[in-house]
Nanobody, 113 residues
């Protein structure tokens, strides 16, 4: 069974940075497009960014210019570098293999003074 594990969440002040990682097992990550989503408190899950199997990134407008998604196929992982964090970035962040049912369990990010 495919397993995705996110890590790197935590609490940070506005303007700060966090680096989230998603590690995969029992799947060849390199063959898939992988996305990050986040779910703000009390709201629906939202798309944040995608990185294709060819390393092409795309971003939601709200994070464009602040977040960077990358992947390391050798280590079967995807990273989300989050800079200039805002309180509106608060939520649980999930990684997801696109076009599959595979999601991680999420890692919580809190941006507050």
């Amino acid at each position: 069974q495919v397993q995705l594990v996110e890590s790197g969440g935590g609490a940070v002040q506005p303007g700060g940075s966090l680096r989230l990682s998603c590690s995969a097992s029992r799947v060849d990550f390199s063959a898939y497009d992988v996305a990050w989503y986040f779910q703000p408190p009390g709201k629906q899950r939202e798309w944040v960014a995608t990185i294709t199997s060819l390393h092409t990134p795309t971003y939601a407008q709200a994070v464009q210019g602040r977040f960077i998604v990358s992947r390391d196929n050798r280590n079967n992982s995807v990273t989300l570098q989050m800079n200039s964090l805002k309180p509106s970035d608060t939520g649980v962040y999930y990684c997801h293999i696109l076009h599959t049912q595979n999601w991680g369990q999420g890692t919580r990010v809190t941006v507050a003074s």
